[in-house]
């Protein structure tokens, strides 16, 4: 992911943390075919929030009546860089 990316090692603890929120959402034969998170919660998982890592977004900023009201960064998890 980091390569794909391009992003450095200061972002490892949210790199193992999407990694584990997606290894919990891909079905597993061990469970026939379901996916941890659906055993566990009983509900189906939304893949329809699942992003590329390191793609361009835009976040909202409240800096003014006037000004811009986004800025753009970086999609990285949960977390906007």
Same mark, same amino acid.
């Given at each position: 992911?980091?390569? !794909?990316?391009?992003?450095?090692? /200061?972002?490892?603890?949210? &790199?193992?943390?999407?990694?584990?929120?997606? #290894?919990? @959402?891909?079905? /597993?034969? &061990? *469970?026939?075919? !379901?996916?941890?998170?659906?055993?566990?919660?009983?509900?189906?998982?939304? %893949?329809? *929030?699942? @992003? *590329?890592?390191?793609?361009?977004? %835009? %976040?909202? #900023?409240?800096?003014? +009546?006037?000004?811009? @009201? /986004?800025? +753009?960064?970086?999609?990285?998890?949960? !977390?906007? #860089?």
């Amino acid at each position: 992911m980091f390569s !794909k990316a391009g992003l450095n090692r /200061s972002f490892q603890a949210e &790199a193992i943390s999407s990694t584990c929120y997606l #290894v919990n @959402r891909f079905p /597993s034969t &061990a *469970i026939d075919c !379901k996916t941890p998170f659906e055993v566990w919660s009983n509900k189906s998982a939304n %893949y329809s *929030i699942l @992003r *590329i890592l390191g793609c361009p977004a %835009y %976040y909202h #900023v409240n800096e003014g +009546k006037l000004e811009p @009201r /986004s800025k +753009k960064g970086l999609f990285w998890g949960k !977390k906007m #860089v």
